[in-house]
């Protein structure tokens, strides 16, 4: 029994590194992109807080619509 707690904390270990490596590509730009999209900032200045600005303006957009039907 032992030697089952030791080869699950070895798997655990062995892949420790590539789901830090996942976390780091994939699930962090996700939040932080959802962050940025309750601002308005264009990578140099200060950002301005807007709220849900940016998702009532793509929601009334028809060219959005279009692509959206489109798929």
Do not use: E, Q, R
Not at 30 to 47: A, E, H, P, Q, R
């Amino acid at each position: 029994m032992h030697t089952l707690k030791g080869t699950k904390i070895s798997i655990f270990l062995g892949m420790l590194p590539s789901l830090l490596i996942y976390i780091g590509i994939a699930i962090v730009p996700v939040f932080m992109s959802l962050y940025y999209s309750f601002f308005n900032w264009d990578g140099l200045t200060d950002k301005i807080y807007i709220g849900f600005d940016n998702f009532t303006h793509i929601l009334s957009d028809d060219i959005f619509w279009l692509g959206v039907k489109t798929i």
